[in-house]
């Protein structure tokens, strides 16, 4: 009687769960493949930067401090060829003027059309036209809504690209094109149930995500207990006077041996997504905390430390090779610009850029990100490891990784071309690299660093799962089929 019981919860879980959301499942493991190739359009920085005009010294006039005092954060850049600074001040991003002190306005549609006019190097009007002004995000600029309000330009070329300005700091955020858009739309919009405007309510959203990857979970592991027990290697079963290892006929029989073969992978990447969520916060997450960033800079950033004649010294040690935006950084109390082209001391302007800090300065950082922590190890990494890695190769090298004794088990990467924390590592967020990046994406180190074989692994898998759901889809419309014609009335 107990067994009985236990197969039909498993086989009632199995059935219902998988008619409620077998598409879906299906369209995660489609998307999937695409997204191994094509994300959510993104702006690059570097191609951001490069449309920018390069810095002009002699035009900055005005001290950040007579304009910002309270600033915590400033860049210098430029707008329609003015230098600008850009400052976050108690939290609230501003541009101001660096030639005239004058706070930028909210940029109206026609100066928004100029600015994206600039940027993309037309110069024909009709080659531009205003498409709208957002108040909240569209499809494709979530990643980007702490920018809103924005205008969107559209631009009459072959790539049917848009731009989004900011109405706020005058800046180019997005760029799409009508490629970026239809294969983020076919790969991350479905694969994130990402439609704007149930992305809007993102409470509702990321519970979404989180409750029916659970269904899907135990949707699969009760199917895949079900598939065991009915499995026979002995050739109980007879279909058609024939023996035969499964009960089931036709598409029922694929879909039996597919989650035999496929069902721990289908699995694996359920919970895994489940945990990309991050549910109920078990994870501390890799982002430095604030005391650790102060123990890097020694105290917070200060306007007031800055001269406009050091300022511009600084700037001029660049060179011919003016930068066309640059951060101003504190770094274990003194001061530093950062650019591509490298980095500047405010204390030394005259030995010009260095591509790095030294290293001493880099270890003295590292003890006073956590003092009073006895460091059990330190490592100069000139190649990517299991935490700090990037396929494309974009994340810096090298950087200073130390192990601390904390009850944490603290692992800190410092980046001598940013003179910061780059990536904090702790034993959850270590575990949780595992469980979700590992399972998800299959990026071990054995095998994510080995094309093709990472690409056939896993749309091998990824097919596989493709048909573990498309078999259960027309015997699914039949059952359901049948259950409403038996609730119809009975002649």
């Given at each position: 009687?107990r ?13 219902w769960?998988?008619i ?17 190739y094509a ?5 690059e920085?570097?191609?951001?930067i490069?449309?920018l ?5 002699s035009?900055?006039?005005?001290a950040?401090?007579?304009?910002a ?22 939290g ?8 005239t002190?004058?706070t ?19 110069g024909?009007t ?9 108040d ?11 920018q ?14 848009r731009?989004?300005?900011s ?8 760029k799409?094109?009508?490629?970026g858009?239809?294969w ?10 990402y439609?704007a405007?149930?992305?809007r ?18 949707l ?7 598939g065991i027990?009915?499995?026979?290697p ?7 006077r ?6 089931y006929a ?11 073969i496929?069902g ?11 945990l990309s969520?991050?549910?109920?916060d078990?994870?501390p997450g890799?982002a ?5 960033r ?6 917070p ?17 660049y060179?011919?090779d ?34 790095s ?13 956590m ?8 490592f ?6 299991s ?8 994340l ?10 904390d ?8 980046d001598?071309?940013r ?9 959850l ?5 595992w469980?979700?990046?590992g ?11 080995h ?23 027309l ?10 014609r ?6």
């Amino acid at each position: 009687m107990r067994h009985h019981r236990v197969a039909r919860t498993l086989v009632y879980s199995h059935r219902w769960l998988g008619i409620a959301g077998g598409v879906l499942i299906f369209i995660w493991f489609a998307s999937g493949i695409v997204m191994m190739y094509a994300r959510m359009p993104v702006l690059e920085s570097p191609d951001r930067i490069a449309r920018l005009s390069p810095l002009n010294v002699s035009a900055l006039r005005v001290a950040p401090e007579s304009v910002a005092p309270d600033a915590t954060r400033l860049t210098i850049s430029t707008l329609s060829g003015r230098p600008v600074y850009r400052v976050v001040a108690a939290g609230t991003p501003r541009t101001i003027f660096a030639d005239t002190g004058e706070t930028l306005a909210a940029v109206s549609a026609d100066r928004a059309v100029d600015i994206a006019r600039d940027f993309a190097g037309a110069g024909d009007t009709a080659a531009l036209r205003y498409d709208t002004r957002l108040d909240d995000a569209d499809q494709w600029t979530f990643g980007v809504r702490g920018q809103m309000p924005m205008h969107r330009i559209a631009l009459a070329d072959a790539d049917d690209a848009r731009l989004y300005v900011s109405e706020r700091s005058g800046e180019v955020v997005m760029k799409t094109t009508a490629s970026g858009r239809r294969w983020g739309f076919l790969g991350a919009v479905l694969h994130w149930i990402y439609f704007a405007p149930f992305r809007r309510n993102a409470t509702l959203w990321a519970q979404t995500i989180i409750w029916t990857s659970i269904a899907g979970v135990v949707l699969s592991v009760a199917g895949m207990l079900w598939g065991i027990w009915r499995y026979s290697p002995s050739r109980r079963y007879r279909l058609k006077r024939q023996p035969h290892r499964s009960p089931y006929a036709g598409l029922m029989q694929w879909h039996h041996y597919a989650g035999l073969i496929f069902g721990v992978t289908t699995i694996t990447w359920l919970f895994s997504g489940l945990l990309s969520m991050e549910p109920w916060d078990w994870t501390p997450g890799t982002a430095p905390t604030r005391e650790q960033r102060d123990g890097v800079s020694h105290g917070p950033f200060r306007t007031g430390d800055i001269q406009l004649a050091t300022l511009k010294h600084a700037v001029a040690a660049y060179g011919s090779d003016a930068p066309r935006e640059i951060d101003v950084v504190r770094f274990r109390g003194r001061y530093f610009l950062r650019a591509p082209a490298g980095i500047v001391s405010f204390d030394a302007p005259f030995r010009g850029p260095d591509d790095s800090l030294h290293a001493d300065e880099m270890l003295g950082a590292a003890r006073e990100a956590m003092p009073g922590v006895a460091i059990d190890g330190v490592f100069w990494m000139d190649q990517y490891d299991s935490y700090y890695y990037d396929r494309d190769g974009r994340l810096s090298l090298p950087v200073l990784r130390v192990r601390y004794s904390d009850p944490q088990q603290t692992w800190l990467y410092l980046d001598p071309r940013r003179g910061a924390i780059v990536r904090k590592e702790e034993r959850l967020s270590r575990i949780n690299r595992w469980i979700y990046h590992g399972l998800h994406s299959f990026d071990f180190p054995f095998l994510y660093y080995h094309r093709p074989l990472w690409d056939i692994v896993v749309i091998a898998l990824s097919l596989g799962g493709m048909v573990l759901s498309a078999t259960t889809m027309l015997p699914a419309w039949r059952r359901v089929r049948r259950r409403v014609r038996a609730m119809g009335p009975r002649p």
